[in-house]
């Protein structure tokens, strides 16, 4: 059992964020430095403590740059700002940042578990549907793939967000809010999920699987794209063969992520091998991914949620054949 003070400790030392600088950067056409958003999940975790990018790139004269985020819209604020040149997110903060108009493209995918996302409640909570949430105090970071798995799984319930109090909380935040009980449910996505659902007294109202698709995508400042495609390309590749290498070797990548997350490496365990979880999963943008974001694009336009009508081609880059 994860205690209070390690699950808080964990949580908010995760919340150190980038200082998105005020002004839009610009970028020289031949990069010197690539800088990286990054989450203490995934493929990019394991490439950071492998310094395998800054290998890949050192023969180009590139240096890396690594800036942690909490979650994705913020990350992919710094991106389309041109305070970054690369990070990954779920599926939703890139519609947010597209309707923002933020100079940024898809450039690849990776897949995961559905049962890596979920709306968690306390073990003696009297709701025990998705329908009991009808008045409730619901927590998901807004623009954040919690936020479609909250709106999905509402749906499946029978409600919608303006059924419920909707609270608009960082992972942090509201792992501290539903440890009190200040809320009722939070949807959230691992290791946060993981480290929550560690403890006895959190109980699992529903995951995400048959309910929302687990797309999460890598995207790249439009500039720094266009002039530097190829740092891109060897970008995806080297994540791809990182990711790789990592799922034919668990125990050692249960070890290794759990050493860059501080979480115990019982509950690492449980996100890497929970059904459908593939760290090998990587590659440039598909077109089934496409036409699942354009799905919820439209969806999340129709809801009112997104601002304007997104065409999700339009920010689509994909590498020139050689």
């Keep these: 059992m994860i205690s209070r003070r390690q699950t808080l400790g964990l949580l908010g030392a995760a919340a150190v964020a980038f200082a998105l600088p005020s002004v839009r950067q610009s970028r020289a056409a031949a990069a010197t430095t690539f800088r990286i958003g990054w989450q203490k999940n995934s493929v990019l975790a394991l490439a950071k403590r492998q310094g395998a990018l800054e290998k890949r790139l050192s023969d180009r004269g590139i240096s890396v740059e690594w800036s942690e985020f909490t979650s994705g819209p913020p990350l992919l604020e710094a991106l389309g700002a041109g305070a970054l040149d690369f990070g990954a997110t779920g599926d939703v903060p890139p519609l947010f940042a597209q309707a923002a108009n933020g100079n940024l493209l898809y450039v690849g995918i990776y897949t995961g578990s559905p049962e890596s996302s979920a709306i968690l409640v306390r073990k003696d909570s009297p709701i025990q549907t998705l329908a009991d949430l009808k008045g409730k105090k619901v927590a998901f970071k807004r623009g954040s793939s919690a936020h479609n798995v909250a709106v999905k799984a509402l749906r499946k319930g029978g409600l919608t967000i303006s059924d419920i109090q909707p609270l608009d909380l960082t992972p942090p935040d509201a792992a501290a809010a539903f440890k009190t009980g200040a809320i009722d449910a939070w949807s959230i996505w691992d290791p946060y ?10 109980r699992i109202l529903a995951t995400a699987r048959g309910i929302v698709d687990s797309f999460s995508y890598f995207l790249a400042n439009g500039d720094f794209t266009k002039d530097n495609p190829q740092v891109i390309i060897d970008v995806i590749d080297e994540l791809a063969k990182v990711g790789a290498a990592a799922q034919s070797d668990l125990d050692g990548t249960v070890k290794a992520m759990s050493e ?8 690492t365990r449980v996100v890497l091998t929970r059904p459908g979880a593939n760290l090998g999963g990587v590659s440039t943008i598909t077109d089934s991914a496409i036409t699942y974001q354009q799905g919820l694009a439209d969806e999340f336009y129709n809801l009112g949620i997104v601002p304007k009508k997104l065409n999700v081609t339009d920010i689509v880059w994909r ?4």
Excluded: R
């Design 260 to 267: 860059i997350t501080g979480v115990p490496a019982e509950v």
């Design 319 to 322: 590498p020139k054949a050689s």
């Design 193 to 202: 999920l993981a480290i929550a659902e560690a403890d006895p007294d959190t």
